[in-house]
Each structure stands twice: as structure tokens, then as C-alpha cells.
């Protein structure tokens, strides 16, 4: 079966931890993609990748680390500086100039 | 930049009736589009794109969407709704120059609520 896996489902973090969010995807796509959802804001675009070991910023970088070393995985970090880290982490995937296909979500909470 | 705006936060249907979601979107090259439902604590899942070539856009679960590039709309139609579409519709553009890989500007949201 072919698609976008993340994990863990739910991770709770303590002020001043970074913690990593897992991406994987077996669709062979070059291009991956991490976004935050807020309630009532829609999604914001964190960082992109359109190949491996190359990655840019989106709207909403400060706070946040990836790395892409694999074609297949895309994790990211967020850091001690996200100041408020708490929402639904969204990884999607694609190839160039398709749509984008997205994994289930990992929920963010800040203790 | 780019921007994209859905008209209504929440779009309360009777079963059966039809439904259209309005998407508004603002850029100054050509763009892809999309429209996104998002069921309860999941990911989301693609309902229909336009890429190029015709502007009546055909979809799944029955949705279709229509570009009008003068009026620089996407608006999602549904000729008959189910209890099954209670969900939050998303509508997203990228500049299509980049290849479309440059990461998706989404819309707020609308939140179709079905009524029995």
C-alpha cells in the first residue's frame, strides 16, 4: 500500500524540549512538504523540500528544523524556540507540478 | 504572494439539497488549484484539482468545481449532499510556474454542516 505514514499520532512536550515528528512516504514523490494547522486558521506552510538534501522555508520557519537526507522521509524538529508549539502537524508529499497527497496529522501539546 | 479566501466559515445544508463553497483567490501568475476535506482529527484528502486545460474540474464523492479566471474563483458544487459530507473543505493555490512545488496557500476553511 502505497502513502504518507507520520508518527507519532500524539507527543506531548515539556516547555523547553525539541522533539522530532516522523514523516514517511513510500510514493516515490521528489517533493515534501511540513504544515501547522491551527483552529479556525487554516494551514500554514513550515518547510519544503523539492529534493533530497535541499529544503527552503515556508511562511511560518522560526522555530522549526527538517532535514530530507532520504528521499522517503522528511522529519521535522521543533525546537525550544517555538514559542507556541501546540497545534496539528500536517506532511504531505508530491511529485513537481502535481497535487499534493498528505499523512494523517501528528497533534502537537505543550505541557 | 498569493492569497486565497473562502467566503464562509460555516455552510449549514439540508440532506439532499445542493451545496456550493465559495474560494476567492489573489496572484499575479498562473496558478494551480485545489480543493481539500478534512474529517475530524485526520489528515487531508484531495478532492479535485486544476492543473490546466478545462475549466469544469470533476472530482470525487460527486464534487466538481469550476475556474473562472476573470473572476478569479474556484468554487466547490454538490448537486445533492449526504450526512456523509459533514466535514471542513479547504481550498489551496500554488504558482504553477514553480512547478506547483513550492508549497500550497491555503484557505481558512469552510465547515459544511448537513442537516437531516
Known amino acids: 500500500d502505497g502513502g504518507i505514514t507520520q508518527s507519532p499520532k500524539y507527543l506531548f512536550r515539556k516547555e523547553g524540549q525539541n522533539v522530532t515528528l516522523s514523516c514517511e512516504q513510500n510514493?516515490?514523490?521528489?517533493?515534501m512538504y511540513w504544515y501547522r494547522q491551527d483552529p479556525g486558521q487554516g494551514l500554514r506552510l513550515i518547510y519544503y523540500?523539492?529534493?533530497?538534501?535541499?529544503?527552503q522555508k515556508g511562511d511560518i520557519a522560526e522555530g522549526y528544523s527538517v532535514s530530507r537526507e532520504k528521499k522517503e522521509s522528511f522529519p521535522l524538529t521543533v525546537t525550544s524556540a517555538q514559542k507556541n508549539p501546540t497545534a496539528f502537524y500536517l506532511c504531505?508529499?508530491?511529485?513537481?507540478?502535481?497535487?499534493?497527497?498528505f499523512g494523517p496529522g501528528t497533534r502537537l501539546t505543550v505541557l | 504572494a498569493q492569497s486565497v479566501t473562502q467566503l464562509d466559515s460555516q455552510v449549514p445544508v439540508f440532506e439532499e439539497a445542493p451545496v456550493e463553497l465559495r474560494c476567492n483567490y489573489s496572484?499575479?501568475?498562473?496558478?494551480?488549484l485545489f480543493w481539500y476535506v478534512q474529517y475530524p482529527n485526520q489528515g487531508l484528502q484531495l478532492l479535485l484539482k486544476?492543473?490546466?486545460?478545462?475549466?469544469l474540474v470533476k472530482g470525487i464523492n460527486g464534487f466538481e468545481a469550476e475556474f473562472n479566471k476573470s473572476q478569479t474563483s474556484f468554487h466547490l458544487r454538490k448537486p445533492s449532499v449526504h450526512i456523509s459530507d459533514t466535514a471542513e473543505y479547504f481550498c489551496?493555490?500554488?504558482?504553477?510556474?514553480?512547478?506547483?512545488?513550492?508549497?500550497?496557500?491555503f484557505g481558512k476553511g469552510t465547515h459544511l454542516i448537513i442537516q437531516p
Open positions: 504531505a508529499s508530491s511529485i513537481v507540478g502535481g497535487a499534493q497527497y
Open positions: 496572484s499575479s501568475v498562473s496558478v494551480y
Open positions: 489551496a493555490v500554488s504558482e504553477s510556474g514553480g512547478g506547483g512545488a513550492d508549497g500550497l496557500t
Open positions: 510514493l516515490n514523490h521528489d517533493a
Open positions: 486544476y492543473l490546466s486545460g478545462s475549466t
Open positions: 523540500s523539492q529534493i533530497v538534501n535541499d529544503f
